[in-house]
């Protein structure tokens, strides 16, 4: 039976067509695979479902009956549930308390009553989780069954699941797989999106694939490979494997010793963490988010403040950034691509000429970065607000990439990347190593960190539990360091 329809569903912004003429189906208990390269109109479609936009034409039917989705309030009472890749939890509060926000309207809450409910619900699906734990002293992993269990206790039989696993260990994505399944067991539905291909043919049944806002294809996940998935969301055949040749490491660029640093909250976030980096060589940080990677990256780059310890750099290097916040840090949102792209160069040559900018090089410049980091916009003038997040993600990759660094602090570099765009960025992260930049690597795909990296530091809670040669080292014995384990 058919859970959600969609019916020739388009929606403008402006005059660029975002989803052009969208009919899919998706049956009642299915696990369902929505695949795309970036701005091919996924998150567009998916707001659309959930409340927070409306399509300019077309019909939405949940179980067959026409329905408008006018907000997220209504996407709840129709049963749709968004569990959203960066977690809308509040830290402070306890499991039960964010549950069940905004949803009591009564002067007297029975706590106890709601521990027993939740407990209850998290029981039935097989969400083990404590509904007294402050959410902020929660593993990752289980702060995710806490977002599944929000949208459950609010009776939604369709789940959107954006992006899932970006954050988890690889026991935890199992875990994560058996829980969807028992969920779409239970005759639940669920939406499923993901740029990780090995992943969606070993969970998902059935997967829609867009390409510049149309539907090229839907079929079985036991009909395709990887590799074909691949090709169908952007067209052209794309090469998964990260093909490097042996690093020939040379001085060292980067000296790390002893290094302390604390959070935003003045919070202790990096311990004792000393390490050396040599030009030509990667080394790749692997952890599970908020374990202190972004104030190491921080405190390297410059931006924080060290409590003790020394950061010391070659004479002269020179030290590219990308950060793991692309929209608070990277990019100011109000400036066009062209601007984005010179922000650290605009007071030099060519860019600037008797302390005048000089447009035509500027657009000149800005086009050249957009055919060679396929950036997808209607003009180099458009605000980078406008732009999808993998195509904002581009646009720091080809301002930082372009001068040349002796450092590069690459932080989730391919995070909401397609395949394409991420293959591309491997190949011009290998390429600068060949080059001679000293490259940190700092991500929470551990299948990249394993592909990309010379060598492997493992964080977890802010040390260096260990760092290992890539050759010698497992998925396995780098999953149990993440999760705090012990070889």
């Known amino acids: 039976m058919t859970y959600l329809r969609l019916e020739n569903i388009t929606k403008y912004f402006g005059s660029f067509v975002a989803n052009d003429n969208i009919s899919l ?97 998290s029981q039935a699906y097989g969400l083990e989780v404590d509904p007294t734990a402050k959410v902020e002293n929660l593993p990752v992993g289980i ?22 696993t970006a954050v988890l260990t690889p026991s935890e994505v199992d875990s994560l797989i058996v829980i969807l399944r028992q969920l779409a067991a239970a005759s639940n539905t669920i939406i499923f999106i993901s740029h990780k291909l090995e992943e969606v043919i070993k969970l998902c049944d059935t997967v829609t694939i867009l390409r510049r806002g149309r539907v090229v294809a839907t079929t079985t996940t036991e009909a395709v490979t990887p590799q074909k998935l691949a090709e169908l969301m952007v067209g052209y055949e794309v090469d998964l494997q990260v093909n490097k040749s042996p690093a020939l490491p040379e001085k060292v660029v980067l000296k790390v010793e002893n290094l302390q640093v604390t959070d935003d909250r003045n919070i202790h976030a990096v311990g004792d963490v000393s390490f050396e980096l040599r030009a030509g060589e990667i080394l790749g940080i692997a952890g599970v988010d908020g374990n202190g990677q972004r104030e190491l990256a921080d405190a390297i780059t410059g931006l924080r403040k060290i409590k003790q310890g020394k950061i010391k750099l070659k004479k002269y290097s020179t030290i590219a950034y990308i950060p793991e916040d692309r929209q608070k840090i990277g990019l100011i949102l109000q400036f066009s691509i062209a601007q984005n792209l010179i922000l650290k160069a605009f007071k030099k040559l060519p860019f600037c000429r008797n302390y005048l900018l000089q447009p035509a090089v500027i657009k000149n410049h800005a086009q050249a970065a957009m055919q060679i980091f396929n950036i997808r916009a209607t003009g180099e003038d458009i605000q980078v607000s406008q732009l999808s997040g993998g195509n904002q993600q581009k646009v720091i990759l080809a301002r930082e990439l372009a001068g040349e660094a002796d450092l590069i602090v690459a932080m989730q570099p391919t995070r909401g990347l397609d395949v394409g765009a991420t293959a591309a960025v491997h190949l011009q992260l290998l390429a600068e190593r060949d080059r001679g930049a000293a490259i940190l690597y700092i991500s ?25 040669d890539v050759q010698t080292a497992t998925v396995e014995e780098i999953g149990l360091l993440m999760a705090g384990g012990k070889l």
């Open 25 to 121: 189906s998706v049956n009642s208990g299915q696990i369902h695979a929505i695949l795309g390269e970036n701005g091919a109109g996924k998150t567009t479609l998916m707001k659309m479902i959930s409340g927070l936009s409306q399509p300019d034409t077309g019909q939405i039917y949940i179980q067959e009956k026409p329905v408008k989705i006018t907000s997220p309030n209504t996407a709840t009472k129709l049963g749709i549930g968004m569990i959203h890749q960066h977690f809308m939890l509040v830290p402070q509060l306890t499991v039960t308390e964010n549950i069940i926000l905004g949803l009591e309207n009564s002067w007297r809450l029975n706590l106890r009553q709601k521990h027993q409910e939740i407990t209850a619900l």
């Open 444 to 468: 929470t795909e551990l299948e990249e960190i394993m592909a990309m990296s010379d060598r492997i530091a493992v964080i977890y809670r802010g040390k260096f539990v260990a760092i290992l």
């Open 143 to 164: 702060q995710q069954r806490v977002e599944i269990l929000k949208v459950l206790y609010r009776q939604a039989k369709l789940l959107i699941l954006d992006e899932p």
